[in-house]
């Protein structure tokens, strides 16, 4: 037998992902010269989250 009934609600904080492209002239055409200064000059996990794509090209990812 239930006395009384009770009824809680609860806020859970939700992550909300949001994806940016970011536009960053530079003076190379080589995705995979790029790609490395990314890997050196970023944290490994923001460098594994960046995609580096150029006009006809395919992405630059290491192996």
Do not use: G, H, N, W
Not at 17 to 35: G, N
Not at 38 to 61: F, G, H, I, N, W
């Amino acid at each position: 037998m239930v006395e009384k009934e009770v009824e809680k609600r609860v806020e859970v904080p939700v992550e909300k992902v949001v994806k940016e492209i970011l536009y960053v002239p530079l003076f190379t055409d080589d995705p995979e010269v790029l790609r490395k200064a990314l890997d050196q000059d970023l944290p490994p996990e923001v460098s594994d989250l960046v995609t580096v794509s150029m006009k006809d090209r395919k992405s630059a990812r290491p192996a």
